[in-house]
């Protein structure tokens, strides 16, 4: 009898990581799916663009993405959806509502998950460049700090005076479960990009 109970356990246990990993394997390829999907959009309206524009270059269209982002160094980019719920972060890393726009003063928050789209953060160096392309232009930020924090440690979430940039997920990057701690890239707008005004600017979200 105690036999069956745990061989019965033990198929039950099978079966659960089963359905966890094709859930888990679902959202991944799906999660991929959709960041391709957004890059043919960005490269057709790209070639659009060039097209009407003639030498001049222009933005092209994101349609649901908020903004392109991108690791020169380590040959990696994302599109980075509105909103950082559960929804959207399947989707790819997401903007903080209510956080600032790239370019402008104040803290550009992004999130993403540490075991898909956020994981290459680990293989960020400090000085390395980050490049934000949304539909009001291209602005460059460079690394300055990288932290690892407690969640209570809320410091990267407030606003800043200056135009910085947060890239957060949690940490340990291959830790099984519920993730500890967070992983803070903190990166500050270069000096060429310069400033946009707030007021020539429309909220997104």
């Not at 539909?135 to 606003?159: C, E, H």
């Amino acid at each position: 009898m105690l036999g069956d109970r745990k061989k019965l356990l033990s198929l039950a246990l099978i079966v659960a990581g089963a359905t966890l990993l094709s859930l888990g394997a679902r959202e991944y390829i799906g999660s991929i799916w959709t960041q391709r999907e957004a890059a043919k959009r960005w490269e057709d309206s790209s070639r659009t663009a060039a097209t009407k524009a003639g030498t001049k270059q222009a933005v092209p269209d994101l349609g649901p993405a908020f903004a392109r982002l991108s690791i020169p160094r380590l040959e990696s980019s994302w599109f980075v959806f509105p909103g950082v719920g559960k929804e959207e972060l399947r989707l790819g890393p997401g903007h903080m509502p209510g956080s600032a726009l790239p370019g402008m003063r104040g803290n550009v928050i992004i999130a993403g998950h540490r075991d898909t789209h956020f994981r290459v953060l680990k293989d960020v160096h400090e000085g390395d460049e980050l490049l934000v392309e949304t539909r009001q232009g291209r602005f460059r930020y460079k690394v300055a700090k990288i932290s690892i924090v407690k969640p209570t440690n809320t410091k990267a979430l407030q606003d800043t005076a200056e135009p910085v940039m947060n890239l957060i997920t949690c940490y340990p990057f291959y830790y099984l479960g519920s993730a500890p701690m967070r992983y803070i890239v903190e990166a500050h707008l270069a000096g060429d990009s310069g400033i946009v005004d707030a007021r020539a600017r429309k909220q997104v979200h």
